[in-house]
């Protein structure tokens, strides 16, 4: 079954840096379209970035655009989310998702599959 694997969350000051990654497996992952949302606590889950298939074509939430970087790896099978410049309110669960067709989508039900989140906390 299609599995989806969130690392590289954890506790930074303001202004540090994370590198998220997400492992998929049991799936083509060359052939998703892949993206990150997060959630924190009482909000709903938003989105941050996406990319296609092949990396030809990104898309940012306005919070994370100029700081985050969304990139994947084919090969390995992973998708990647370099977040520099980090604030208190970046502070969430981090989730990523795929979406079989070839699309760059900004909601959550573009997405078919997600993984169970990592969580980033930034302190002030």
């Known amino acids: 079954q299609v599995q989806l694997v969130e690392s590289g969350g954890g506790l930074v000051q303001a202004g540090g840096s994370l590198r998220l990654s997400c492992a998929g497996s049991g799936l083509t992952f060359s052939s998703y379209s892949m993206g990150w949302f997060r959630q924190a606590p009482g909000k709903e889950r938003e989105f941050v970035a996406a990319i296609n298939w092949n990396g030809g074509r990104t898309d940012y939430a306005d919070s994370a655009k100029d700081r985050f970087a969304i990139s994947r790896d084919n090969a390995k099978k992973t998708l990647y989310l370099e977040m520099n410049s980090l604030k208190p309110e970046d502070t969430a669960v981090y989730y990523c998702?795929?979406?079989?067709?070839?699309?760059?989508?900004?909601?959550?039900?573009?997405?078919?599959?997600w993984g169970q989140g990592t969580q980033v906390i930034v302190s002030s």
């Open positions: 998702a795929a979406d079989p067709r070839h699309r760059v989508g900004i909601t959550a039900s573009t997405y078919d599959y």
